[in-house]
């Protein structure tokens, strides 16, 4: 990945961790902790429809890319001016721990 342009960077996230927490039935009840407030690139990739329990459901995909940081994992998510971005994957593109790309999808 060359190096972002300035300003490229120009949308405020806030990464958000999980937090699972025993239901008392066996399973859990996830909720999500702020973590940090970062600057972020935030870009659509695409969009797809489709039907779950007989009503249609479209499910967005974008990529967010940030500057390089250690704890962010699969499974967190970004909160974007409203909108939840469930991380699906992370990349370190040329492995110099500069950025991270995050392929993410919001689900509507």
Do not use: Y
């Not at 659509?44 to 009503?55: I, L, T, Y």
């Not at 974007?80 to 919001?106: A, N």
């Amino acid at each position: 990945m060359n190096i972002l342009p300035i300003g490229a960077l120009r949308h405020r996230v806030t990464l958000e961790a999980p937090i699972d927490a025993p239901d008392g039935a066996g399973g859990f009840s996830r909720s999500f902790a702020p973590v940090a407030d970062l600057w972020a690139r935030v870009a659509s990739v695409g969009a797809r429809e489709d039907f779950v329990e007989q009503r249609a459901e479209q499910a967005t995909s974008l990529v967010v890319t940030i500057r390089w940081r250690e704890d962010v994992v699969k499974d967190m998510r970004f909160i974007h001016r409203g909108r939840r971005l469930r991380i699906q994957s992370v990349v370190d593109p040329d492995e110099r721990r500069r950025f991270l790309v995050c392929q993410c999808e919001e689900i509507t």
